[in-house]
């Protein structure tokens, strides 16, 4: 495995705290888009599937942020405990969520612009690619903790004598 890809967080913060932040910012931030979900009468669509009703839709993203909420206590609870696979499905999910939310940015972006809202995807290329950088961030924090924490548990395990009775 690669080693750490930063050595701190923020210039000012251990990668620990960085990480334990980023995990908790994960969770007010999927807490906050649920009760949005609920009390917005935005139409919600998949890139994709876009002949998905709006309501099985939100279904589909509230089910998402509650898995990313319940990824984020594991990838907390790894880093407080240094178990590095229980911080591994955050990893993943973390790389997955930065170039889904590109995808998305992008898309919605050139929509945007194709439909003649100039400044509607002015802003939302400008936030939406702000918002994947920070997110980057935070995933690059926390696989460095999971690489650093991976390292030392793979090290631990080859370096321990064998218990020898005398």
């Not at 969520?97 to 898309?107: K, N």
Request: hydrophobic residues 55%; glycine residues 6%.
């Amino acid at each position: 495995m690669a080693g750490p890809l930063l050595k701190t967080c923020c210039c000012c913060q251990s990668l620990r705290n960085g990480s334990i932040i980023s995990g908790a910012l994960a969770i007010v931030l999927s807490i906050i888009s649920i009760i949005l979900i609920f009390v917005t009468r935005v139409e919600f669509k998949t890139i994709l599937l876009d002949w998905l009703p709006s309501n099985v839709v939100k279904i589909i993203l509230v089910i998402n942020l509650c898995m990313t909420i319940l990824i984020s206590v594991l990838m907390i609870i790894g880093v407080l405990k240094r178990n590095h696979y229980l911080m591994l499905p955050w990893v993943v999910l973390g790389i997955m969520i930065c170039i889904g939310l590109l995808i998305s940015v992008i898309y919605t972006a050139v929509v945007f612009f194709i439909d003649g809202f100039v400044l509607a995807g002015v802003l939302w290329l400008v936030i939406g690619v702000l918002a994947v950088v920070v997110i980057t961030y935070c995933w690059c924090v926390v696989y460095s903790q999971f690489a650093i924490i991976s390292e030392d548990n793979n090290r631990g395990r080859y370096n321990r004598q064998p218990y020898r009775r005398y």
